[in-house]
């Protein structure tokens, strides 16, 4: 199946944003990221720690297998601009995809997209962390992004394949639990009582699962403790 958020067009890649580790002075000290993306023409390869040309200033945090491609929408970039009065255009929040037609927060973790000729797979949500806040000349911005419940979703590459703008994304597969990307946002952020049912979720990224099991610690019911 492939939907979109108006069911009247398909969902579509927007733009394919890349970046390279840069350095910025924030509050007197270095920072150092990636999160700078800007769009770029033609066709890039998605492989499977990341897009070709893109590139991570910190590995353990981000990118590899369960982080190669960060998707955000454009409708939730809109949002923003509203909501900040300042225009955010693709790229602004990091993502390396940014889609239109397709509804992110309603998106399962474990849903299969193909986009080109690309395989990709729902991982989990982003959860940001201060680096946004640089992107964005704001410290509080972090904060706001995780309230608004507006996280994207990260992806894995199932098949390497060719994409770029314009690509339809095509939702082919989603698993029977329903378990949405969101979700674990909102376990991870209020309901912290609820860590169980990510162990449950078997296409989650394993960083999720190693979670829960630190917070449930000696509560983690038997059936699960193996997981």
């Not at 590899?64 to 509203?82: F, H, I, N, R």
């Not at 992004?145 to 060719?162: D, I, T």
């Not at 029977?176 to 078997?202: K, T």
Request: glycine content about 10%.
């Amino acid at each position: 199946m492939s939907e979109g958020s108006s069911g009247t067009s398909p969902p579509r890649v927007r733009s394919v944003n890349v970046g390279h580790p840069a350095e910025r002075i924030w509050h007197g000290r270095t920072v150092r990221s990636a999160i700078w993306k800007a769009p770029v023409a033609g066709s890039v390869r998605a492989l499977r720690e990341n897009l070709a040309g893109d590139a991570q200033a910190d590995r353990k945090a981000h990118g590899g297998p369960d982080k190669a491609v960060y998707a955000y929408a454009a409708e939730d970039l809109a949002w923003w601009s509203d909501q900040l009065d300042r225009r955010l255009g693709p790229g602004s929040v990091g993502e390396n995809l940014t889609t239109t037609g397709l509804d992110l927060s309603g998106a399962v973790v474990g849903e299969h997209w193909t986009v080109g000729s690309a395989h990709l797979q729902v991982t989990q949500p982003r959860i940001p962390c201060y680096k946004l806040g640089v992107r964005l000349g704001d410290d509080r911005f972090p904060a706001r992004f995780a309230a608004a419940r507006r996280h994207g979703v990260y992806l894995r590459v199932l098949a390497e394949g060719e994409l770029q703008a314009g690509d339809e994304v095509h939702v082919v597969e989603r698993p029977g639990h329903g378990f949405r990307a969101v979700e674990v946002a909102r376990i991870f952020y209020d309901q912290q009582h609820r860590a169980g049912e990510l162990l449950a979720v078997a296409e989650l990224a394993e960083s999720w699962h190693r979670w829960a099991h630190r917070v449930l610690g000696p509560t983690l019911p038997d059936a699960l403790a193996d997981r």
